[in-house]
């Protein structure tokens, strides 16, 4: 189980607030660190791996539950 | 025209005017652009924020702004419940709120949600263990206004709080007709979530706020753009956020004087009225409740058509409450609390400002009891039934 070291919790936000938010916190961390994005918003599972990808941040892992999804980023730049 | 409808429509400060001006004619950069013009919109806006959450001893991402202290409960009720229904779909709200959370919980109860309206006594307070005694295992909210708007009875809401949070239940509170008039601090009153209003301390109408505790989570009422982190989208009223900042900012440095001047104030009307006018007592806690506010009982007399005599003398006054003038509708308030529907018709409300002058005072009382008497005499004959 990934631990992460910081959470952002998206719940109830819509695209594109989540992104935003989580470049925002991602800039706070340190290289190497996972953030946790919690979300309900599908189009996070879209927009989240795109978003990475161009940021040259890698997409650790992605939980489905339920309608509720939890994606993990790990800083790498 | 001396006016005496402080709690329904307060004046604005000039000097909260004169903060807006700049925001109406010269400065109209987007908060959400990355010009020079729309940064320093943005700052304007944060600013406000700051002071507003200063007032009420809040952190700053916890205030999101809205158009009025309606669409704040709206937020809140629709938005809290919405966010926690996996965990019980049962809703606690006292039955002397405002028609913005009644209202929210009737369109909640036709998608599902169980609503529980705990009675007040006949002083409008609600008892604690009677909202304990409402308590289910899946009760998700809680909401109590601090003050009630319409009789000016204050509420126990910490210890509400306590008894919703040890059962797992978040709370809300409107503190919407408290503003100016009591200290509000949400760490003290430990809520989860508190309405705001920017008339109520002088501001400008069209802005509210809601305070959200970190970390809870709300389901948006309006989407569709990025404003307020997503949690409440369109173009914001950047004029009106920054006059209520400026109100904020000036009840925060100068609560201790109007306090002071309000409980002033309430006795010598108070005590005025009681000595000049028999048959007339207050509807609600005559201790617990907002200094300077007034839901008086006056026996024998319709209060429309006091307000309107008195209108014609120069003083304005309300009746009921503000939302339900023109519906002409017997207070939820005043049948809470055991007035019947005739009774109810006999109330009156009348709100001071630390402003009010003393001589105003009994002016109005003069006039009063002149209209009051008046009045009196001609329904003694034409209406048996008060």
Known sequence: ?77 | MKYYDHSSAPLIDPRVIDSMVFYLRESFGDPSGLHQLGIEAREAVEESRRMVANLIGSELGEIIFTASGSEADNLAIKGLSQAREKYGRHIIVSNIEHHAILYSTKTLERHGFEITLVPVGNDGIVDPDEVLRAMRPDTILVSVMLANDQIGTIQPIHEISDIAHKQGAIVHSDAVSAMGRLPINVKNLKVDALSISARYINGPPGVGALYLKAGTRIRPQIEGGTQEGGRRSGYENIPAIIGFGKAAELITNEFPRRKHRLKTLDALFWNGLKNRLPEVSLNGHPIQRLPGHFNLWIKGVDSESLVLMLDERGIAVSMGSSCMSHASKASHVLIAIGRNPAEARCSLMVSLSPNTKESEIEEVLDTLVNVVHKLRKIMGTNNPQI
């Not at chain 1, 290289?31 to 994005?37: C, P, Q, S, T």
């Not at chain 1, 791996?49 to 997409?59: D, F, K, R, V």
């Not at chain 1, 892992?61 to 509720?68: A, S």
């Open chain 1, 1 to 77: 189980m990934i631990q992460p070291n910081t959470i952002l919790d998206t719940y109830g936000l819509l695209c594109p607030v989540p992104i935003i938010k989580t470049a925002e916190a991602v800039a706070q961390l340190s290289y190497g660190d996972i953030l946790e994005v919690q979300a309900d918003d599908d189009q996070i599972l879209e927009d989240l791996p795109a978003w990475c990808a161009s940021h040259g941040h890698t997409l650790v892992e992605t939980i489905q539950d339920n309608g509720e999804f939890r994606l993990f980023v790990r800083k790498d730049t």
